[in-house]
């Protein structure tokens, strides 16, 4: 006789026997939340955008805890963008 750990596992291998006795095969789907770095400026754009607007709702989108972490990465991004010799001024703004 078989012993299954849950209600939750006996209903599974239940509806995995039927699927295959029916020729069918059990399908699982999986949503997962994906990380898209962006790859030109523009994308970093709206990413930090959404990073500004994010932390300006408060800690309920950016925990208060992780602000130190943050404040670091924003401080290495600008010194990145410091150490470009002679950006500034050299591109007129788009229109």
């Not at 209600?7 to 999986?30: D, H, I, L, M």
């Not at 972490?69 to 788009?94: C, H, I």
Request: with cysteine; proline share 6%.
């Amino acid at each position: 006789m078989p012993k299954w750990c849950s209600p939750a596992c006996r209903q599974r291998a239940w509806e995995a026997s039927r699927a295959a006795s029916s020729g069918k095969t059990a399908v699982q789907v999986v949503d997962r939340d994906v990380l898209v770095i962006p790859g030109d400026g523009p994308g970093w754009v709206a990413h930090l955008g959404l990073l500004a607007r994010q932390l300006g709702q408060g800690p309920t989108m950016v925990a208060d805890h992780d602000l130190d972490a943050v404040a670091v990465a924003l401080d290495a991004a600008v010194e990145a963008v410091t150490q470009r010799q002679g950006w500034r001024g050299r591109f007129e703004p788009w229109e």
